[in-house]
Each structure stands twice: as structure tokens, then as C-alpha cells.
């Protein structure tokens, strides 16, 4: 019996989660940005500007879907020489409905864009006016509430945040992690974040991950740091519509790229199987040390040759398994982590 992994019937959308606009700090105007993620083959954006959720719903296209949602932080210091050094933590909120715009945990002080369009007190929010503390158990009432009022809760950016793994693995109402931010990957943080995704997994965290941009376009499109189309997430849906898209991130049927194109992934006689573009390789992470128990978790194509799949054996004790595809640039293709007490019973 084959079980698959990513679903047959419908289409992949590329979308970019994190953006930012002229609304908050981005140099491009939504209208703009809807334009540029089009002609780049785009087909859903989500522009989340710090602490101003608007629908942008009129920029809807035939062949491209705007999602609602905003950027929410809270920082362990207000000095302005201390900011850059100290932890924070940034949560992008996702709206299940497009019409959704009631703002959570609303703290004023936070509010520096929206302000100067609006008077931030009259905008649509849940709950009192209030003032954000940076403790774990402040950002769980924030992410819970998100949960409870119709969002999804993406933990953006880990290494960029400076918080440790004792302060991180302690947020609850998590939908997902950033396994990749390509704003801070061009400014000296690491490629990837998939060593702390791994943490919650092996955390017993049923996350999934995504691959982003968080682009602000402070340098042009064709500039070689631009923070556009380098990371994005393909989703797979029937419709390209706001139900089917958001139902397909919650579902995981989607999986995060720096690049590389993963083609399909199933689960056959306690083996998963690959199938993607051509790669350098594919490699299979699990919660323990897979090689060391007689299993080569590693596909390597041969000098100046490509692997275009591969196939592991997947056991009971793995806990849970991810597959990382990586083409001959080096950039990755990251599958979201599966459970095996989900897939093997």
C-alpha cells in the first residue's frame, strides 16, 4: 500500500510566507510586491508587516492569492543600543479567513508603523489594550490566543531571535517554524535553521516547516543580496483558494525550497521514497543517528552526474523522519518531518 506523503490530486502553489511592505518597513507597496512574486511565478503572498494586519484581499488575482497576516515581536529590552543584542522573539500570524483583522495581545508601544495611518486604539483586536512582557509564558498567552481567534503561529527566524533552546522549546500553539529566512541568511546568519526545527521535533513538537524570504527591498530585485525569491514554500491544493491553500499549510502538504523541486514523496512497505529534480543529494534525518545502525541515510550522485530519488527505510524508533534535497549550487529543498507513530502505526 502506498501512502502518499505530499497529495496526488491537485497542483503545487509557490508561495512566499513573510514580506513586508511600504506599510511597515518594506520599500515596495502591496500592490508592487503582488506584481513582482506574479512574475516570478508566484501564486500566493503574504504580506506581514510588523504589527499592522490589513486584508489585501482587492490585490487577488485569477492566478494569485493574497493571504492576511502580520509580523508580532516582543523584545527583552527597549534600549536602542541593547536591541541588538538581545533576545526577542518574532511570530508571524496567519489568518485562517481573509477577513480576519482583529489584532492579538495589542500593545501600543509596539505599534510604530500603524500609527502613522491610523489611530492604533480604534483598530479591530481582541481583548484590553496591554503591555507585552518577554517570558515564555507571556508569548504562550499571545500564540494561544492567536490559536483560539483564527491564526496560524509561525515561530520566523530562530537564529536571528538570539534566544536559547531552554527559552524557545517552552512556546506552546505553534503551527510551524521558519527552517529558512533569506533576509538574514544575507546578512550572516545561518543558511539554514534546521537544527533548531529538529530541536522541537525531537521535542515531540508536531510543527511543520517553512522557507521564506521576509523581504523588505531595500536593494533592487536584480541586486545579487536582494532578500526576494530566495526562499519559498510549495503547496499543494486543489484550488487556489484562501480555504484550500490554508488547509493544505495546516495539513503540511507542502514543503520548503531554497531551490531545489520535489517532484513526490510516499511511504511504501516501511520505506519512504523521493522523487525530485536534478541534485547533488538527498539525505534522511531522523531523531537519532541513522548510519550507525546499519543505514545509509545519504544519496550522493556520482562527480558531474545527478540523483533524481531515493529511498530509506523508515523504522518505529526513528520518531519521526525529514528528508533534505540538495541540488548542485547547494541549496535545499527542506520535506516537513513525519511522525512514524502516524505512518507506521
Same mark, same amino acid.
Given at each position: ?31 508592487? =510586491?503582488?506584481?513582482?512574486? #506574479? ?5 500566493? /503572498?503574504?504580506?506581514? %508587516?510588523? &504589527? @499592522? ?37 518574532? =511570530?508571524?500570524?496567519?489568518? #485562517? ?5 482583529? /489584532?492579538?495581545?495589542? %500593545?501600543? &508601544? @509596539?505599534m510604530l508603523y ?6 492604533v486604539t480604534q ?44 527559552? @524557545? ?168 518531518a513525519y511522525f ?6
Open positions: 500500500m502506498i501512502r502518499e506523503l505530499l497529495p496526488e490530486a491537485g497542483h503545487f502553489y509557490k508561495a512566499n510566507l513573510h514580506c513586508h511592505s511600504t506599510m511597515s518597513d518594506g520599500k515596495l507597496t502591496p500592490e508592487q =510586491l503582488r506584481d513582482a512574486y #506574479r512574475a516570478q511565478g508566484y501564486s500566493v /503572498l503574504c504580506i506581514t %508587516d510588523h &504589527e @499592522y494586519l490589513l486584508d489585501h484581499s482587492n490585490l487577488n488575482l485569477p492566478d494569485f492569492l493574497m493571504l492576511t497576516g502580520y509580523e508580532l515581536y516582543i523584545k527583552s529590552s527597549k534600549d536602542r543600543e541593547e536591541a541588538f543584542h538581545c533576545p526577542m522573539v518574532h =511570530l508571524n500570524l496567519i489568518a #485562517r479567513e481573509t477577513s480576519n483583522v482583529r /489584532l492579538i495581545c495589542v %500593545d501600543p &508601544e @509596539y500603524a500609527c502613522k495611518y491610523t489611530d483598530l479591530p483586536r481582541v481583548g484590553e489594550l496591554c503591555h507585552r512582557h518577554y517570558s515564555p509564558s507571556w508569548i504562550n498567552r499571545v500564540t494561544r490566543e492567536a490559536q483560539e481567534n483564527g491564526f496560524m503561529v509561525f515561530y520566523n527566524h530562530p537564529s536571528w531571535n538570539l534566544e536559547s533552546s531552554a527559552t @524557545y522549546l517552552q512556546y506552546e500553539n505553534l503551527t510551524g517554524i521558519e527552517i529558512y529566512n533569506n533576509n538574514n541568511a544575507n546578512t550572516g546568519f545561518p543558511r539554514d535553521d534546521a537544527a533548531v526545527y529538529d530541536q522541537f521535533l525531537r521535542a515531540g513538537r508536531h510543527v511543520v516547516a517553512t522557507a521564506n524570504d521576509d523581504n523588505h527591498n531595500k536593494r533592487a530585485l536584480d541586486d545579487p543580496l536582494s532578500d526576494s525569491f530566495g526562499g519559498f514554500n510549495m503547496i499543494k491544493a486543489e484550488r487556489l483558494d484562501y480555504a484550500s491553500i490554508v488547509a493544505a499549510i495546516e495539513a503540511g502538504a507542502f514543503y520548503a525550497s531554497q531551490g531545489p523541486e520535489i517532484k513526490r514523496l510516499y511511504v511504501q512497505d516501511k520505506q519512504v521514497h523521493i522523487e525530485c529534480a536534478d541534485a547533488r543529494e538527498i539525505c534522511l534525518v531522523t531523531v537519532g543517528r541513522s548510519a550507525s545502525r546499519g543505514r545509509v541515510p545519504r544519496i550522493c550522485a556520482p562527480k558531474g552526474q545527478s540523483v533524481t530519488e531515493a529511498s530509506f527505510e523508515i523504522r518505529p524508533d526513528d520518531e519521526y523522519f525529514r528528508l533534505e534535497v540538495i541540488d548542485h549550487a547547494g541549496y535545499k529543498a527542506f520535506t516537513n512514524t507513530c502516524d505512518i507506521l502505526g
